[in-house]
């Protein structure tokens, strides 16, 4: 549902891009303006609460019954979706059919889920974001 949205709000507005050549310009800045708030978004607590939630491995005695299974499979797929939230945007804000920027954001989210210090994953990640915003702002900008 996520994917079919993304693709019709991409598809709009490269037709509002087609007849409006300002747009077009200002879209590269743009691009490296919402790498830049998906890097700034990984140092919040907000995004700490979500990646820890999402980190959380359930109890076995949680999950015995199908309608306890089915609740908390669905908080902790709304809870990996914010936790996401910051690397699915640099996703698509870069491009969603780009092979290299797909592969970066899954070993991205692969990483501070599964690594031991995942908050600290996590900084990590929004350092390399916030550079790789800065350097895609300059670029649109001319100065790279």
Do not use: Y
Not at 14 to 42: D, F, H, K, N, S
């Amino acid at each position: 549902l996520f994917g079919m949205i993304a693709f019709a709000a991409g598809a709009a507005l490269a037709g509002i891009e087609m007849q409006r050549p300002a747009l077009a310009r200002a879209v590269p800045t743009m691009v490296g303006a919402a790498v830049l708030i998906a890097g700034a978004l990984q140092f919040t607590a907000w995004k700490a609460h979500q990646l820890a939630c999402c980190r959380e491995i359930p109890r076995l005695e949680r999950i015995l019954k199908a309608a306890t299974a089915w609740r908390h499979g669905l908080r902790l797929g709304l809870n990996c979706c914010g936790c996401c939230a910051g690397p699915t945007a640099s996703l698509l804000a870069i491009g969603i059919m780009d092979l290299r920027t797909m592969a970066v954001v899954t070993a991205a989210v692969t990483f501070e889920r599964l690594a031991p210090a995942g908050e600290r994953a996590a900084q990590a990640l929004g350092i390399f974001a916030i550079g790789s915003g800065l350097f895609l702002v300059a670029q649109a900008v001319g100065l790279g």
